[in-house]
């Protein structure tokens, strides 16, 4: 066997230099824009913020508290927390979604009770029980197509689709599902 005998070259590397102030300055910016501009892309077409106006969702939402919603894909479901751009009061508001289309919602405001589809509701996160239509209404009704009937948790003291000024809500005017709060911290999580 022949032996091969190899020549290593050392090579003698230069020292590597560091960065200048102003290219470590560049691409902290670059980073930061980055970052920002990703952050208005999720807050632009996945998520949106928005604020609680008012007592009528106590007990469940309080008055300034800052909530995240999502509407990408959204189709609004019993129960759900929303938010809703009511034409009829020309602002937007915070209800809890109660009947959607083709279901009949009735209320007995005799008792408080709340029936859909003709089984009474049980609700834990309502403040008192509905003893106040807003507006005098035949019920039961059906929801029409399109729509659904929301109604604030604290029954004596909301305007919702128990009054004609929002009456039954059409599905584009309901912005989102209220999917997380923010503020304030001590509150930090998932509403139910």
Do not use: C
Not at 160 to 184: A, C, Q, T, Y
């Amino acid at each position: 066997m022949a032996k091969y005998e190899l020549d290593y070259e050392i090579l003698e590397k230069e020292p590597k230099q560091g960065k200048s102030g102003f290219e470590e300055l560049f691409e902290w910016t670059e980073t930061l824009l980055f970052a920002f501009f990703i952050v208005i892309l999720i807050f632009t077409f996945i998520l949106r913020i928005a604020n609680v106006d008012g007592e009528s969702m106590l007990p469940t939402l309080e008055n300034g508290d800052r909530l995240i919603i999502s509407h990408i894909g959204y189709s609004p479901a019993h129960g759900d927390i929303v938010i809703v751009d009511s034409q009829g009061l020309g602002k937007v508001i915070v209800k809890r979604v109660i009947a959607v289309e083709g279901q009949q919602i009735d209320i007995n405001f005799g008792n408080g009770a709340v029936m859909v589809d003709g089984r009474e509701l049980q609700e834990d996160y309502i403040n008192a029980l509905t003893m106040l239509g807003a507006d005098v209404r035949d019920y039961p009704v059906t929801i029409p197509s399109g729509h659904v009937f929301v109604m604030g948790d604290n029954r004596m003291n909301s305007t919702d689709s128990r009054s004609e000024e929002v009456g039954f809500v059409p599905e584009e005017d309901v912005l989102g599902k209220v999917v997380l709060r923010i503020f304030p911290f001590n509150a930090l999580g998932v509403p139910a």
